[in-house]
């Protein structure tokens, strides 16, 4: 019994290990990515663009967006709001864990050949929860209006984009956002869907 229970816990310890060369791996490439970009001699011209963008993720337009949709008076668009409370419900704690669990440093402390064109708003990097913001509203706002989808999808991928340019996370910092806000949308639409 002790063989097994010292056996399992060698695999996980094993498990472990390799999935932190995995995530050593990816930040190598992601900081070479990131060191190519944020040196182009465009790249600060591109951040004042990006610098624009990013704060459509910053929170206020979607209190905006929501308090707009509920004034509407219509009934599939408060059902929306719903979603998108339960959504940040679920995203915001997940995103937290996550960031304090992984602590993966921001691009520009770890790395001496980049810098960062803003202050970020902690030293964690992963996931982006802009990105997540924005994917999770962009998923919940197609549900209701699939007309949309072409727009808010667009903004969420600039969103996650202008992250990037600015220096303040990772290409898979973005991924891991666009993942957790997704899935905490279709939660979010398969709890509402449930009878009462």
Avoid at 21 to 40: I, Q, S
Wanted: glycine letters at 8%; one cysteine or more; charged letters at 15%.
């Amino acid at each position: 019994m002790m063989a097994l229970h010292g056996g399992a816990t060698m695999a996980a310890m094993e498990k472990r290990i390799t999935d932190l060369h995995t995530f050593e791996k990816l930040t190598g490439y992601d900081t070479r990515f990131m060191v190519w970009l944020l040196n182009r001699p465009s790249a600060s011209q591109t951040a004042r663009i990006a610098r624009q963008v990013s704060r459509l993720g910053d929170g206020p337009l979607y209190a905006v967006l929501a308090l707009l949709l509920w004034l509407s008076g219509d009934s599939g668009a408060r059902h929306l709001v719903l979603a998108m409370v339960l959504g940040f419900l679920m995203e915001l704690p997940l995103y937290l864990l996550l960031k304090r669990t992984i602590q993966r440093p921001r691009p520009a402390d770890a790395q001496a050949a980049l810098n960062a064109f803003i202050k970020p708003s902690d030293r964690f990097s992963f996931p982006s929860g802009h990105t997540a913001a924005a994917f999770m509203v962009a998923v919940l706002v197609s549900a209701w209006y699939p007309a949309m989808a072409p727009l808010v999808f667009s903004v969420a991928l600039a969103i996650g984009a202008s992250r990037v340019l600015l220096g303040v996370h990772y290409p898979s910092d973005i991924g891991a956002g666009a993942v957790l806000g997704s899935s905490c949308a279709l939660l979010a639409l398969m709890l509402q869907s449930l009878p009462a």
